[in-house]
C-alpha cells in the first residue's frame, strides 16, 4: 500500500527487496556510527603515546565525534527529506568512510581530532536516515521484526564498542580500528545503493535558520554536560555553556514555531505516542548509560580487570539485547508496544537494584551475572518497540525528522547520564581507588534505577494495543 501525504504527490512504496537485504542495508553502516562512540577509547593509552597526545586532546578525541554527531543529526534528517534520504545517507556513510581512513593515517592529535569530528558528522546522518530508509523499505506487516533487528545491532554497537577495541589492539596497531571501517564503508554505500528507494519527504524548502540554532543549541548543551561532569556544574564555564544552549533552544523553538517550512514541527509534540516515546528514549540512555560507566569502572579499578576483561564481564548485559530485540519486535505486532517497553524498563531498573545490593569491593563474579542478564533483557525489551512506537502514529514523511529529534534526545541523555553520575559520585565521596569506590558507586545505580523505574510510567502513552501499531494510527 502506498504511503501518501498531503504535502507530497510522490509516494513512498516498500521496496521489492527481501526484508533480510533492507534490515542489512540500513544497519551495517549504522553499526559502525554507533561502535565509533567507544571503541577509540581502549586506544587512548596507545594514542597518547604514539602522537605525543596531552589529556585534554585525548578527551577531544571521544569528544569531538560526540559533538559533531549530536549537532548534525537534525540538519541531515532535513536534508534528507529535502534531496533524498537514501542520497544523504550514502553521503553520510562515505564521508564516515573517508574520515575514518583520515583518522588512521593522522600524525598529530589535531588531524585525529578533526577526522573524529568529520566522521561524527557522517555518523550523525546514518543513524536517523537507517530508521527512516527501513520503514519505507518494509511492509508494516514485516516493520516489527524488521525494527526488531535494527534495534538490537544499535544497542550492540554502542555496547561492544569498548570490547571490539581491545580485541582489535590486541592485535594491531591503533590505527587499525579506524582502518577495519573502510572496506565496511564501501561495501555497505554499493549494498544501500541497490536496495533502497531514494525516498524523500515533504517538498519543502530546508530550514537554514532552524538548522544553525538546532545545530548551535545542541552543541552547546553536551558540551556544556560534559564540562559539568569534569569541572564541576557550577563552574564559570559549565554555566556560560548552559546558559548559551538554554538561549538558543528558545530561539530554535520560537523560530520553528513562526517558520513556514520549520525544520522540527513542533505539532509532532501533540502526537502522544511520539512525545513519550522521546520521554522514554532520554530516560532510558539516562539511567542505562551512566550505570554501566561506573560499573565498567568499578570492574577495573576495584577489582583489578583490564579494559577488555571488563568489557567481556558486561557481555551478558550489553549482548543481551541483540537476541532479545528482534522478539520484541515480533511482539509489537501482536501485544503492542507498551506492554515490551514496560516490562523492558522495569526489568532494567530491577537489575539495577539487584546489582546495588549485591555491590562490594569483594563480590564474586558470578553473583553479578544474573543482574546483568535481566537489565541486558530489559534493554532488548525497549529497544525494537521504543522505534515502533516513535514512528507509529506519524505520517511516513515525518519520519525521518522524528528518527532526528529521538536520536538527539537519546545522545543528550547518555551525556547527561554519565555526567550526572561522575558528579554524583564525587559529591557522595567517590575515589577512583578500590577502597573509596563502592559505597558511592552504590548510591548513584539507586538513583539510576529510580530514573528508569520513573521511565516506565511513560509508556502509558504509547500505543497499547497492537491494531494500532500496525496500522499507524493516533488515538
Not at 522540527?264 to 509534540?269: S, T
Not at 554524583?424 to 552504590?442: E, H, I, K, N, S
Amino acid at each position: 500500500m502506498a504511503l501518501l501525504d498531503s504535502r507530497t504527490t510522490r509516494p513512498t512504496r516498500p521496496t521489492a527487496r527481501p526484508v533480510w537485504a533492507v534490515v542489512a542495508a540500513a544497519s551495517l553502516p549504522m553499526f559502525m556510527a554507533t561502535l565509533d562512540n567507544l571503541i577509540v577509547t581502549n586506544a587512548l593509552p596507545t594514542i597518547r603515546t604514539s602522537l605525543g597526545a596531552t589529556i585534554d586532546e585525548l578527551q577531544w578525541v571521544v569528544n569531538a565525534y560526540t559533538l559533531a554527531f549530536a549537532g548534525a543529526i537534525l540538519l541531515a534528517a532535513g536534508l534528507g527529506d529535502r534531496i533524498g534520504r537514501r542520497t544523504v545517507f550514502l553521503a553520510g556513510t562515505a564521508l564516515f568512510t573517508v574520515a575514518s581512513a583520515l583518522a588512521a593515517l593522522s600524525s598529530d592529535p589535531g588531524q585525529l581530532i578533526a577526522a573524529r569530528a568529520v566522521q561524527g558528522i557522517g555518523g550523525a546522518a546514518i543513524v536517523p536516515l537507517s530508521l527512516a530508509l527501513i520503514t519505507g523499505a518494509v511492509p508494516v506487516e514485516k516493520r516489527g521484526i524488521a525494527i526488531g533487528v535494527w534495534g538490537g545491532i544499535s544497542g550492540l554497537g554502542v555496547a561492544v564498542g569498548p570490547l571490539i577495541g581491545g580485541l582489535v589492539l590486541g592485535a594491531w596497531p591503533w590505527e587499525a580500528i579506524f582502518w577495519i571501517n573502510v572496506p565496511v564503508g564501501v561495501v555497505a554505500v554499493a549494498f544501500a545503493r541497490f536496495v533502497f528507494p531514494n525516498a524523500k519527504g515533504a517538498k519543502e524548502p530546508l530550514d537554514v535558520v532552524g538548522a544553525a540554532l538546532g545545530s548551535g543549541a545542541t552543541v552547546a548543551l553536551v558540551y556544556g554536560i560534559m564540562r559539568g561532569g569534569s569541572i564541576g556544574w557550577g563552574a564559570g564555564e559549565t554555566i556560560l555553556w548552559l546558559a548559551a544552549a538554554a538561549l538558543l533552544l528558545v530561539l530554535f523553538l520560537t523560530w520553528q514555531a513562526r517558520a513556514r517550512y520549520p525544520l522540527l514541527p513542533l505539532g509532532m509534540f501533540r502526537n502522544r505516542p511520539f512525545t513519550a516515546s522521546n520521554v522514554l528514549g532520554f530516560g532510558m540512555s539516562f539511567g542505562m548509560f551512566g550505570a554501566i560507566f561506573i560499573l565498567i569502572q568499578f570492574l577495573q579499578l576495584v577489582q583489578g580487570n583490564t579494559a577488555l576483561e571488563a568489557a567481556w564481564k558486561t557481555a551478558p548485559w550489553t549482548l543481551a539485547p541483540m537476541v532479545v530485540a528482534p522478539t520484541a519486535g515480533l511482539l509489537v505486532s501482536r501485544i503492542g508496544a507498551r506492554p515490551p517497553i514496560a516490562v523492558g524498563l522495569v526489568l532494567q531498573a530491577a537489575g539495577l537494584a539487584w546489582i546495588a545490593a549485591v555491590l562490594s569491593r569483594g563480590v564474586d563474579y558470578p553473583a553479578l551475572v544474573p543482574p546483568f542478564i535481566l537489565a541486558g533483557v530489559g534493554m532488548g525489551l525497549v529497544f525494537a518497540p521504543l522505534s515502533t512506537a516513535l514512528l507509529a502514529t506519524l505520517p511516513e514523511l515525518d519520519h525521518a525528522k522524528a528518527s532526528g529529534a529521538n536520536t538527539t534526545l537519546r545522545e543528550v541523555g547518555i551525556a547527561l547520564g554519565i555526567a550526572v553520575s561522575t558528579t554524583l559520585f564525587t559529591t557522595w565521596g567517590g575515589t577512583l581507588t578500590p577502597t573509596g569506590f563502592v559505597d558511592a558507586a552504590r548510591g548513584v545505580i539507586v538513583v539510576s534505577a529510580v530514573v528508569l523505574a520513573a521511565t516506565a510510567l511513560a509508556a502509558a502513552a504509547v500505543p497499547g494495543s497492537a491494531g494500532r501499531v500496525a496500522a499507524g494510527r493516533d488515538g
